[in-house]
């Protein structure tokens, strides 16, 4: 059976981990009901969700789910055992019902064994993960299923050998780690494509860093066109590809999503002017000493000092050229009620968890200046 459901007619998905959120921490679900209903007009179907994701199965009950039949789109969702979690066999497994209360979908299109790394990849095979999606799908509880990677080429291969019936694969993607050795995008796309796994792309923006890149990228889009927006740049290199099931935009709000729709919903892939305009840009990125972190914040949920890396990273990446005490009063604005970077007690958690494999621990380290 194709894992193409033969209602994709966007190559966009709408990805559901930044949702638009109100004053009170709560999604802002009469945003997000506006997004879809522009999404599902455009003829986008594919919704992208997770059991890790705060908030976002039950906005997407009340925004997608009791608003649409259920045949007019296609709703994905993950099951995770973070790195160095103690989650027990039974709770790993509760994540799928607990998913399948809170969306109300009755099913899920497609599940995912979510976020494998080389630091949690053994426990999805101790605690037979495998075996159950299979069961889940013999129930009719899921119609396909695959994963989502972040590691390297050699553990991919690792897992289609070992997990053939794996339907599909999802892949951090985008032009800034096209090549990076770390996230290896372009070397697991092509294992895919060699395996003849479809792709579900995530990050194709980077976490919102190339939405708002660093100077020297901007100017080197802003001069081949200055009206296309910086996400466009990002989303048509990913979708330009071949081989792929949905490319995920974390859209965060309604501008957001007519932006991404404006270019997509009659999508041409990029030119061969444009494709040289985009490795300009990735040799400016390749010169940017800036942290690559995409503020996922996998690394802060087990942080024994409560220490808020992404947000501290950012000021890090913000301070060139701003006088030293606007930076001090941002640091100690992040920090507030939270752990410094001095706390880190280089315990390793943050670094097993981050699917970015940042050197954590020494980046911390050189934050210390800004206390």
């Avoid at 809170?102 to 494998?116: E, M, P, Q």
């Avoid at 990446?317 to 941002?330: H, Q």
């Amino acid at each position: 059976m194709s894992v193409y459901t033969g209602k994709e007619k966007l190559k966009l998905g709408f990805g559901l981990m930044r949702l638009p959120r109100l004053e009170d921490g709560s999604i802002d679900v009469p945003q997000v009901s506006e997004m879809v209903d522009l999404f599902m007009e455009a003829g986008g179907t594919y919704f992208d969700t997770a059991f890790a994701y705060q908030g976002s199965e039950e906005a997407i009950r009340k925004a997608l789910v009791e608003r649409y039949p259920r045949d007019s789109y296609t709703l994905a969702s993950k099951l995770i055992i973070q790195p160095g979690s103690t989650i027990s066999v039974e709770e790993a497994k509760q994540e799928t019902m607990t998913s399948l209360e809170r969306s109300g979908a009755g099913y899920f299109d497609y599940y995912l064994v979510h976020a494998i790394q080389r630091g949690n990849w053994q426990k999805y095979e101790e605690y037979g993960i495998w075996d159950y999606v299979k069961e889940l799908k013999e129930k009719g509880l899921i119609k396909h299923y695959g994963f989502s990677f972040h590691a390297d080429p050699e553990l991919l291969v690792e897992l289609l050998e070992r997990h053939p019936d794996a339907e599909f694969v999802q892949l951090q993607i985008n032009y800034a780690d096209w090549e990076n050795p770390g996230v290896a995008s372009r070397r697991n796309w092509e294992i895919c494509k060699q395996y003849g796994k479809p792709v579900t792309v995530m990050e194709p923006v980077k976490g919102g860093i190339l939405a708002d890149p660093i100077d020297t990228v901007k100017e080197i889009l802003k001069a081949a066109d200055p009206d296309a927006s910086y996400a466009s740049w990002a989303l048509r290199f990913v979708a330009s590809k071949d081989n792929m099931l949905a490319v995920l935009s974390g859209m965060s709000s309604l501008e957001q999503m007519k932006d991404n729709l404006s270019f997509m919903k009659d999508f041409k892939p990029l030119t061969e002017e444009e494709e040289k305009v985009i490795a300009k840009a990735q040799e400016a990125l390749d010169n940017d000493k800036s942290i690559p972190c995409t503020a996922c914040h996998y690394c802060t949920k087990g942080c024994p000092m409560n220490i808020p890396i992404p947000e501290i990273f950012n000021v890090e990446n913000r301070k060139k050229g701003s006088p030293e005490f606007r930076v001090k009063r941002e640091y100690t604005i992040v920090t507030a009620g939270k752990g410094k970077a001095s706390d880190c007690i280089q315990c390793g958690q943050c670094e097993a968890a981050c699917p970015q494999h940042l050197p954590i621990i020494s980046l911390l380290e050189q934050c210390r200046s800004m206390e």
